[in-house]
């Protein structure tokens, strides 16, 4: 029943690398957007990167050269490559979807969220 399944999360060394993905049911229609979040304890959540539906992408300056987001839009499912990881980057990180429902009058978003997936990189 989970709307979005989370996987790839683990412990590596410094400068090793991971591959989250993020599976969104089917049921979620009208997606937007989709992208990776962190939040280490005792600090502010954070976007790391979003992909639209059509592919345009951003990523946090801390992250650039290092990451990248992918999608495929026929799996509703998003990828964030981690390359050259710093234990910085140590944090759980989290999918979001964002669902737009447009009319002529009214533009609707909600967010979908995932339970988390923890990345931990070693020194």
């Known amino acids: 029943q989970a709307q979005l399944v989370e996987s790839g999360g683990g412990l590596v060394q410094t400068g090793g690398s991971l591959r989250l993905s993020c599976a969104a049911s089917?049921?979620?229609?009208?997606?937007?957007?989709m992208g990776w979040y962190r939040q280490a304890p005792g600090k502010q959540r954070e976007l790391v990167a979003s992909?639209?539906?059509?592919?345009?992408?951003n990523y946090a300056d801390s992250v650039k050269g290092r990451f990248t987001i992918s999608r495929d839009n026929a799996k509703n499912t998003v990828y964030l490559q981690m390359n050259s990881l710093k234990p910085e980057d140590t944090s759980v990180y989290t999918c979001?979807?964002?669902?737009?429902?447009?009319?002529?009058?009214?533009?609707?978003?909600?967010?979908?969220w995932g339970q988390g997936t923890q990345v931990t990189v070693s020194s």
């Open positions: 992909i639209t539906i059509g592919g345009t992408t």
């Open positions: 089917g049921s979620i229609r009208d997606i937007s957007a």
């Open positions: 979001n979807v964002r669902r737009t429902i447009r009319s002529v009058t009214v533009t609707r978003e909600i967010d979908y």
